[in-house]
């Protein structure tokens, strides 16, 4: 049963899981929402990942509210299978789709005002209340080097990076041992580089996607709430089913695994990194310095000239334009509320998807939705 409106329609900034997740929790409750991408279509940044990618977190843990992942989609759904369901997704519950709208900033003239969001072409959209999902990975981040504007090879983030072909026999430098930095490794080791590097500042804490069937991702639910002491405890022997890879030049972590997502670092979840680096076509070194001409320093002092440099080192969030004057971001960037909760300064502004939770992005952005769609529905 359609609830009574108020005259502007809910407004939801951006087209990915996060957004549309949100817009068919409205739906279902008869809230009208419209969906703002300043992209053609839905899942954008999705489409721009490299082809080897597969979900790490399970078809079962990655669908959206409503709607389930096709069985067909395996357990580790691919890149182009995820964003095929996106675009079932919107269809299957009627989403309002603005596709080609950039909103640059959000505005509320008073507080009992409607929002207003400037976009491109001068339009200034009313809203009764924003729900911004833009996404955790918005602006990629490339270190300011000392000497990174004399680098002489090609240098590029790994947003730009798709496949290993252009890279065939040569010489690749990847900074950045994450999980986008490891598996971009793997797939230039194994697709025909001539020799693949691994930048490493900090080691990483590497767990297989599942163990005899049992998926990490069902641990770390069952984990999520418990002391980071504790877990740190528990997950050294889950660690220990993996190699050691001490004498290849990448040792343990020796800080604890929780203790480190606390503090922003998922683990690396293994999807060839191991193998590459104990047949050694991944060979790790320290972290990255300084460039000079066609030389790269590293921390150890080791001078490496690769052709290609591969900056696996993250993103922005990119808000400070669009609500940074509203002061409802941390120092980092970051919204200091999330989920169905608003800032007291700007009530009626929504946030999802700028948290990296080690339950799975997807399952929390799920969990979020139907929690900001009734916590819009009270408002209005």
């Known amino acids: 049963m359609l609830m009574s409106m108020p005259t502007s329609p809910v407004h939801i900034i951006g087209a990915g899981p996060g957004g549309l997740a949100t817009a068919g929790a409205l739906a279902d409750l008869g809230i009208r929402a419209v969906v703002l991408d300043k992209a053609d279509d839905v899942g954008a940044s999705w489409r721009g990942h490299y082809d080897r990618l597969r979900l790490h977190t399970t078809r079962r843990w990655s669908s ?116 986008t930095g490891a598996e971009i490794a793997a797939d230039l080791a194994f697709g025909g580089a001539g020799r693949v ?16 069937g049992w998926p990490s991702q069902a641990s770390a639910i069952a984990c999520r709430r418990l002391p980071a002491g504790l877990v740190d405890r528990l997950a050294r022997p889950v660690e220990r089913l993996l190699p050691d890879l001490t004498p290849y030049g990448l040792p343990r972590a020796r800080t604890g ?28 070194v320290g972290a990255v310095v300084s460039f000079d001409g066609d030389a790269v320093t590293l921390a150890d002092g080791a001078t490496v000239r690769p ?33 169905r909760e608003t800032h007291p300064a700007a009530p009626g502004l929504f946030f999802t998807g700028y948290t990296n939770p080690i339950s799975g992005m997807l399952r929390e952005l799920a969990r979020d939705a139907p929690k900001i769609a009734t916590a819009i529905t009270r408002r209005l």
Not at 199 to 209: D, F, K, N, S, W
Not at 269 to 279: E, N, Q
């Open 307 to 339: 052709d290609v440099v591969i900056a696996a080192t993250g993103y922005r969030r990119g808000l400070e334009p669009l609500v940074g004057h509203l002061g409802v971001l941390d120092g980092r960037g970051r919204p200091l509320v999330h989920g």
């Open 257 to 284: 695994l929780y203790s480190r997502v606390r503090e922003g670092a998922i683990p690396v979840l293994d999807a060839g990194l191991v193998r590459g680096v104990r047949k050694r076509r991944i060979e790790p």
């Open 64 to 179: 959206l509210p409503g709607l389930p992942i096709p069985r067909s989609a395996g357990r580790w759904v691919r890149r182009d299978d995820f964003v095929r369901y996106l675009e079932t997704y919107a269809r299957h519950h009627r989403l309002d789709l603005a596709a080609g709208v950039e909103v640059s900033r959000v505005d509320r003239p008073g507080p009992d005002d409607e929002w207003v969001l400037h976009a491109n072409g001068g339009r200034k959209l009313r809203a009764s209340a924003v729900v911004v999902a833009t996404g955790f990975n918005h602006t990629p981040r490339v270190p300011d080097w000392p000497g990174r504007e004399t680098y002489t090879g090609e240098l590029l983030h790994a947003a730009r990076y798709r496949d290993p072909g252009p890279f065939e026999d040569r010489d690749v430098l990847v900074v950045g041992v994450g999980n």
């Open 197 to 212: 590097r691994l930048a490493v500042r900090t080691v990483p804490h590497i767990l297989r996607r599942s163990t005899l």
